[in-house]
């Protein structure tokens, strides 16, 4: 209670505060030009070392967690998914992986019935929310390029044509909108409901989602309920991806709140678990191929071991051991 | 440990993708002028307070809408008490924006991609002359 409680404060200060701030003209500065730099900043440079710094742990073996047969004879049939030990194998795995969350699609829940029997159920509502919230937050972010973009990009535009299908209301209400928002909740609600996940759930799990939730509700609250101007919105940010920052005309406390609150997020974002982002791509589980038996991997620091063979030990006792009339290799 | 190359080239990919407004938008000379709606040239104030308008405009028109579909309304009466027709094309843009849809309502629509699809039926004289000849 007490960490959800305080991650709840932090993110509710940092919108709060952002907003506050907006009211300032001499703020202004800070607040719409040092803040998107300094955290885009950060959130590039954090992210690279981060990556950088994983790609220099060796690998020396293979240590990919399987379900399935391993390559083996002829004969014998593999699983090329589940146990892949060629490229395409390990390509195919860490995009289902990646695009469907497929380890995750095997959760289950284990439960101590009378028996006392233990039972392992299928649990997929995690998947679900899961996927739902993934794929809602790549839409909603790669529709944000009508902001960041000028002449707006087709995929933008199709996207945003797509998730305005059911042409509901104006501005059209888009379908991912709502399904990050409850899906959000959805992620939210498991943590408080079950008491293990509860046990286990630390401040920076419900910072994250919480951090989300904020940005995700300004959001909707900007487009649909306070109506930001969207034209004087995308000018400034133009004026800043051309490092012309020109602050806006009409700043709105709720523009700066979601700013300021997707700012933290993208500081936040290397030094947190949320770096998954770009470490799912290099779980060593997964993106290896399982062939410790087909090939040979040295062990890349390896040094030279002084070894004593068959061959030079029998020449160092071969007069003992002809003496003993023990049969010898080489006679 | 040999994967390296393929890492750091993943990165880089991530990097340009990430910069991409900025690489692009510096070199197509991009400048933050915004859309530049062609006003009309013989009136002075629209409806409701321009302010609301930039905002709002598009709830505003599908109240008209209500009124008029459901309630049978056509009349408005405008914050400063003008009388309007509740009507897209003939007060929208015969009365006021005649210089048609696409010098004044696409120009904003396009800078901020918002489809408008009120122009599958409503219609915009100025661009189907055009097209008829």
């Given at each position: 209670m007490k960490t959800s409680l305080s991650a709840l404060s932090l993110v509710l200060a940092i919108a709060l505060a952002a907003a506050a701030a907006s009211r300032f003209v001499w703020l202004l500065p800070l607040l719409a030009v040092a803040l998107p730099y300094g955290t885009l900043a950060i959130f590039l440079a954090g992210l690279s070392w981060r990556v950088v710094c994983w790609s220099r742990?060796?690998?020396?073996?293979r240590i990919p967690t399987v379900c399935g047969q391993q390559k083996s004879l002829a004969w014998i049939k593999s699983a090329r998914l589940e146990s892949p030990h060629s490229t395409p194998g390990v390509v195919a795995r860490m995009a289902l992986e990646i695009l469907l969350f497929r380890s995750l699609f095997r959760n289950t829940r284990s439960r101590l019935e009378d028996g006392p029997r233990l039972i392992q159920r299928e649990a997929k509502w995690l998947w679900l929310g899961a996927l739902a919230f993934h794929w809602s937050l790549l839409i909603i972010l790669l529709r944000h390029l009508r902001f960041f973009v000028?002449?707006?990009?087709k995929v933008a535009v199709l996207l945003e044509n797509l998730d305005g299908f059911f042409r509901i209301g104006a501005p059209v209400l888009l379908v991912t909108d709502v399904v990050v928002l409850a899906a959000l909740l959805y992620l939210l609600q498991r943590r408080f409901r079950d008491p293990q996940v509860r046990f286990i759930s630390l401040f920076t799990d419900y910072f994250a989602l919480l951090l989300l939730l904020g940005i995700a509700a300004t959001g909707v609250w900007m487009r649909y309920f306070a109506r930001v101007d969207a034209v004087a919105v995308k000018q400034f940010v133009l004026s800043l991806t051309i490092f012309a920052p020109a602050l806006p005309k009409n700043p709105g406390p709720l523009f700066f709140a979601h700013f300021a609150l997707a700012g933290t997020l993208a500081a936040y974002l290397p030094f947190s678990k949320l770096m998954h982002m770009g470490g799912v791509f290099l779980s060593p589980t997964r993106n290896l191929a399982n062939n410790n038996r087909r090939k040979r991997h040295i062990n890349p620091w390896n040094y030279p071991v002084k070894v004593h063979t068959y061959e030079e030990w029998e020449a160092e006792f071969r007069d003992k051991l002809e003496a003993a009339g023990l049969p010898v290799e080489r006679p | 440990m040999r994967d390296r190359a393929i890492i750091w080239s993943g990165l880089a990919m991530f990097l340009l993708f990430a910069t991409f407004p900025f690489w692009h938008n510096l070199s197509a000379a991009v400048t933050s002028k915004g859309p530049n709606p062609v006003l009309p040239a013989n009136a002075r104030q629209c409806v409701a307070p321009v302010e609301y308008m930039k905002t709002s405009h598009m709830t505003l028109l599908l109240d008209w809408r209500e009124q008029v579909v459901r309630q049978g309304r056509r009349e408005f009466t405008a914050f400063n008490g003008q009388r309007y027709n509740m009507s897209l094309t003939s007060t929208c843009l015969e009365q006021c924006h005649s210089s048609g849809k696409a010098q004044f309502c696409d120009r904003c629509h396009d800078y901020a991609a918002a489809s408008v699809p009120c122009w599958d039926c409503h219609v915009d004289f100025k661009s189907t002359l055009r097209s008829a000849k």
């Open positions: 742990s060796p690998v020396p073996f000028e002449p707006v990009p | -």
